[in-house]
């Protein structure tokens, strides 16, 4: 992973509510809980967006990215502007439930269940599909993706603690 973080000159922290589209090849780092963040990589035109939404629905607020439906669109039609739309990969990522607080029922959706269904729900009527996935449970996620090659790499958190429990690559 150090490696990883030395081999790029351009490393960005993509903060809750917040969005990057770009062609230019940077690491980007955040950290998930109930947030999610969707990625989208253009093999073929070197493009690569990623957004970091805390919340499922935006109700009237304008170009507000700290909500699932709101980011997603915005990304993809920037995406969009700049000729990228055919080969994009889609990954998701988060949702976890990191807080104790109230239990998961059928009929009861966590704040990241909430965002999850959002992100597929919008994801599909824009016609696209996540072929990568890692949501849901309990743990948060800090997450590394290069705009240079589309991987995301992956390290779910130990339940109430900082230190790494597991580390893949997507």
Known sequence: MK???????????????????????????????SCVAVTMFSPSRGFGAICHAMLPENTGR??????????????????????VGSDLVIKLFGGAQVLNVGGRTPQKQTVGDQNVAMAEAVLASLGLSVTTRDTGGNRGRKLFFCTRSGDVFVRRMRSGKYSVYEEIIL
């Open 3 to 33: 490696s990883l973080i030395v081999s790029h000159t351009h490393n960005i922290y993509l903060k809750p509510g917040e969005v990057l589209v770009t062609d230019t090849p940077v690491l980007v780092s955040t950290v998930l809980g």
């Open 62 to 83: 304008e170009s507000d990215f700290r909500y699932v439906d709101t980011a997603l669109q915005h990304i993809y039609a920037k995406l969009l502007e700049y000729g």
